[in-house]
Nanobody, 126 residues
């Protein structure tokens, strides 16, 4: 069984930075897609970024492109989301997700990820 545990959320001022971490345990062969999603109350879970070693791609939502960076350290079974130039609209609960069999065209779809972390809150004030 795979477990994902996020950390690194918190409060930040607009223009500031935060780095989220997601540690994977269980199956850790590295050939999985790892993604970050975010959600605010009353809205659907929103795609933020994904990296798939199997497909050799990294994608970002337009709203975070140029400000957020997803990275992975396979030696630590950890994925990161570096968030710079934060905006109040980046506020939400951030979730990491992983999947080993997801297809390329589904990498931005939260319904296609089998494993999820518990979420970490990010609050950006203006």
């Amino acid at each position: 069984q795979v477990q994902l545990v996020e950390s690194g959320g918190g409060n930040a001022q607009a223009g500031g930075s935060l780095r989220l971490s997601c540690v994977a345990s269980g199956r850790t062969d590295g050939r999985y897609a790892m993604a970050w999603f975010r959600q605010v109350p009353g809205k659907e879970r929103e795609f933020v970024a994904t990296n798939s070693r199997r497909h050799g791609v990294t994608y970002y939502a337009d709203s975070v492109k140029g400000r957020f960076t997803i990275s992975r350290d396979n030696t630590k079974n950890t994925a990161y989301l570096q968030m710079n130039s934060l905006k109040p609209e980046d506020t939400g609960s951030y979730y990491c997700a992983a999947d080993w069999t997801i297809i390329l065209s589904s990498l931005r779809d939260p319904r296609q990820y089998d494993y999820w972390g518990q979420g970490t809150q990010v609050t950006v004030s203006s």
